[in-house]
């Protein structure tokens, strides 16, 4: 009997900069926007996961799963760029792990 494939899970942690945000509901209009983006384009699972009262920086946890590691490694990576090319942000960190 063959043994199946197993799953690769990345999660990439990411923390950026919103510099045209003045208040609470201007971030959380581009983190509410890009979480569901991310759902629908790139079908990662998301959360908002720090900086939560600051309105000006944002912490995002981003997860794939695939049965390729090279394909959860560019899912993320391609998350994160357009991020960054749609949304007027500066990443300042992306920390990616796989397992």
Same mark, same amino acid.
């Given at each position: ?41 790139? %079908? ?5 996961? %720090? ?15 695939? %049965? ?19 949304? %007027? ?11």
């Amino acid at each position: 009997m063959r043994t199946p494939d197993r799953a690769t899970v990345a999660v990439a942690r990411v923390d950026f900069r919103i510099p045209l945000s003045r208040g609470l509901k201007d971030k959380r209009s581009v983190v509410k926007s890009f979480l569901q983006k991310a759902r629908d384009r790139f %079908g990662l699972a998301t959360c908002e996961s %720090g900086y939560l009262d600051d309105c000006g920086l944002a912490s995002l946890t981003l997860v794939a799963v695939s %049965g390729q590691e090279q394909r959860v490694r560019e899912t993320l990576r391609s998350a994160v760029a357009f991020l960054e090319e749609n949304y %007027g942000v500066e990443v300042f960190q992306a920390v990616e792990e796989v397992f």
